[in-house]
C-alpha cells in the first residue's frame, strides 16, 4: 500500500465526495475521515521526501511521458500539507451550520481532492483539468448562499477565471507544439533545444501562463474579481478562498516557471524585474484599498491581495533567502488569514452586522475569540513574536541583500498602513459598546457561537500555529528550505 | 401530450434501436470511434426523446429520476472501485489487471471495456437527469 | 494564414467580447469564443499534412513506415477541454438565470449599480 500514497490522498477525499451524496446523515463523519485519511497517508511519507526522496508514481502503470505521473518532492509536500491541514479545519468550522446540506461537503471535498490533484501532477494538461474542476468547485461554494451579491461575485470570478485558464491552456498548447510531451519534466529536458531553435514561442507561452496565474492569484491589473468574491462568500469559504485557493495559483506559478522554464527565459524578458514590480503594485495597492474599507470582510480580502504581493515580491528577488521567505510567507498568510476569516464570520453572525462599527464591545461578549484575531492580524502587520514578522523580515534581508533597497521601503510602507488598517478594527473591537444589546438574540436556526466548540477550535489551533512559527521560525523554515534547495537545483544563474 | 399518433409511434418504435447504437457505441469504443462519453449521451437522448414525444410524468414512472439520481452516483463509484482494483490485485491505480486479448476483437482492451460501462452508465443517467431538472423549471426560483 | 495564426486571432476576439461588452450572456459568448479557438488551436497543432484519423484497422497496419497518422493526442485532450467548457458555460448560464431573476437586468453596469 506504501507505493500508492499519492494517488491514495487525491482519491480518499474524492471518493467520499460521492459517497456524502448518498448518505444524508453520515456527511461530516465521511469527509473528516477521508481528510484525516489523507493527512495520516502524508505524514507517513513525509519524512522520507524531507530527506530529499521523491516519490513517483506512475498511473495506470504507464511510465514516462506516455501515462500520467504522480510526483511528490518537497515543494508538493509543502502545500499538500497547508491545503490538508487547513481544509479539515475549514470542515470542522463548517459543522455547526445546519443548513449547509450535502452538496456544500461535496463540493468542498471535491475542490480539496483537486486541488491535491493540482499539486501533485507531473502532467501539464491534467493540472489544467484539476485546476478547472477546482474552480467550478469555487464558483459553486461562493454562489452557495444564493443571495444576489454572491451570484454577482461568482460570476465575476467565473468570467476571470475562465479568461485566466483559457490563457493557461494556450501557454500549455505552445509547449505541447514546441515539445511534443505534456510532462513537466520531459517538457524541461527538451526545453533547452526549444529556446534555441523558437525563443518566441518559448517566451510567448511563459507569458501566456503567468497572465493566467496572474488573474488566478490576483496580481495587481488583475484582481478585479478578489474582493468580491473572498468577501461574499460564507466565511468557512472566504477562509478556504484566501488560505488555500489562492496559493495554489501561487503553486503553479512557482512549478511551471522553475521545473519547466530555464533561467534563460526569465532574463530575456526580465521577468524578475517584472514580477518585482508587479508585486510592490500589488502590494500597496491591497493596503491603500484596504484602509478605506467599512466592510469587515472586504478589508480582509484587500489585506489578501496586500500579502500576496509580499509572496510576489520574495518570488520576484529569486536568490535563496527570497525564496524561503516568499514560501514561509505563504504558510504564515495561510494560518493568519484563515485564523482572521473565521474570526471574522463568527464577529459577523454575533454582530449582525459587516460593517466594522456594529463590532463595537466585542471583546466583552467573546474575549478569546477577540484574542484570537487581535494575534493573527497583529501577526498580518509583522509585529515581531508572531510568525508574520519573520517571513516579512526574511524577504526584507533578501532584498537588502540582491541590492533592492526600494523594495524594503515599500514594504515597511505597506506594514505602516497595514498597521493602520487593522488597529481601526482593534480599536473598534475593544471600545464600548453602542446602545443595541451586548448580547444579541438567536434567531431560529441561527449558530449560537459562545463556546461552541466547532467554531471555537479551529481558531484556538490556528491561533497557536501563529505564535508557534512566531516564537520558533525554524520550524516552518526547515520544511521550506527543502523545498527551495529544489527550486534552484534546477535554476542555473 | 400534444404530439401526434405519428410521432409517439415513431419514437416508440425507434427507442430500442437508439439504446441499442448507445451500447454498441460504449462497448466498441476502445476498438473504434466512441466511447463511454459519446455512448452515454446516445443512451440519453433514447430517454429524452420519450420525454418529448409522449408525456413526460409517463416517462417519469418508467425512468424514475430518483434512480437516475442514483445511477449515476453508481457509475463514478464503479469507476472509482475498479480504480482500486486494481491496487489490491497488485499493480498500480486504473492499471489493467485483464488477460488482453487479440487486437480488434471486443475484449482486447483490458479494463477500457469496464470503465467504459461505468462512464457511459453514469453520462446517460446525468444527461437524463439534467433533463428532468429542466423540464420542472418553471421560471421561479 | 496558417491556422494557429487564425486560432490565436479568434482568441483574441473572445478576450474582446469578454472584455468589453456588457450583457452578461455577450460575455459568456466570448468565453466560449476563446474556448473554441484553443480547440481550434490544438487541433492544428496536431494536424499532419494527408494524414489518416489514427485508428488501428486492417488496411492500415502491416507495417507500412510511409502511413501518416494525425497526432491523436491532441484531439484527447481537446474532447477533455470541450467537456470542461461546456460545463463552465452551462454553469454561468445557471448563474445569470438566477442573477436575471434577483435584478431583472443582464447589463453590467446597472448590476454594478445595485447592492
Known sequence: MVVHIPILIIISPLLAA???????????????????????????????????????YHLGGWQGPLGINLVVDELSLFFSLIVLGLGLLIVVYSIPERHYGRTYYFLLLISLSSMIG?????????????????????????????????????????????????????????LYAMTGTLDIFHIAEKMSVAFNSNTRMVLMSFVLIATGMGIKIAMFPLHGWLPDAHSMAPSPISALLSGVTVKIGI???IRVTYSIFSAETFFTISSHAILMVLGAGTLLFGASMALVQTDLKRLLAYSTINQLGIVLIGLGIGTELGLIGALFHVLNHAIMKSTLFFCAGIMIAEAGTREIKGLSGFNRQQPAITFAFVIASLGMIGIPPINGFASKLLICLAAIEAGYTVLVVIILVASAISAAYYFRVIQVLFSSPLEHSPIPTHGEGQVVHRGNFFRAWPIYILTAGCLLLGLIPALGISLVKPAVGLLLSHVVP | MGSSKIIRTIAQKLFPFIVLFGFYLISHGHLSPGGGFQGGVVLGTAIILLALSHSIEQT??????????????????????????????????????????????????????????????????????????LVRYRGEI | MNPVNISLLVCMIGLYGVMSKNNLIKKIMGLTIMNGSIVLFFISIGYRKGGLAPI???????????????????????????????????????????????????????LSKER
Open chain 2, 60 to 133: 417519469e414512472k418508467k425512468f424514475k429520476s430518483r434512480w437516475l439520481n442514483m445511477l449515476e452516483k453508481l457509475g463514478i463509484l464503479t469507476l472509482i472501485f475498479l480504480g482500486f482494483l486494481g491496487i489490491f490485485l497488485g499493480y498500480s491505480f486504473l492499471s489493467n489487471f485483464l488477460p488482453l486479448g487479440n487486437p480488434g476483437q471486443i475484449a482486447s482492451g483490458g479494463l477500457m471495456l469496464l470503465l467504459n460501462i461505468a462512464i457511459g452508465i453514469k453520462v446517460a443517467a446525468g444527461v437524463s437527469v439534467i433533463f428532468y431538472a
Open chain 1, 251 to 253: 503553486y503553479v506559478l
Open chain 1, 118 to 174: 493540482v499539486i501533485y501532477t507531473a502532467d501539464i494538461f491534467n493540472m489544467y483539468v484539476f485546476y478547472e474542476l477546482l474552480s467550478l468547485a469555487m464558483y459553486l461554494l461562493i454562489a452557495y448562499p444564493k443571495t444576489g451579491v454572491t451570484l454577482r461575485a461568482s460570476f465575476n470570478y467565473l468570467i476571470m477565471g475562465g479568461v485566466g485558464l483559457s490563457f493557461f491552456l494556450l501557454g500549455v498548447g505552445f
Open chain 3, 56 to 110: 488501428l484497422e486492417k488496411g492500415t497496419t502491416g507495417g507500412n513506415p510511409t502511413t501518416i497518422f494525425v497526432d491523436p493526442l491532441p484531439q484527447a485532450l481537446m474532447l477533455t477541454a470541450i467537456v470542461i467548457g461546456i460545463s463552465v458555460t452551462a454553469l454561468a448560464l445557471a448563474l445569470i438565470v438566477k442573477i436575471y431573476s434577483k435584478y431583472k437586468t443582464l447589463d453590467i453596469q446597472q
Open chain 1, 18 to 56: 460521492f459517497l456524502v451524496l448518498l448518505t444524508r446523515k453520515y456527511k461530516i463523519i465521511l469527509s473528516i475521515a477521508s481528510l484525516i485519511a489523507s493527512i495520516v497517508f502524508i505524514s507517513i511519507q513525509s519524512s522520507r521526501i524531507l530527506y530529499g526522496d521523491k516519490i513517483t
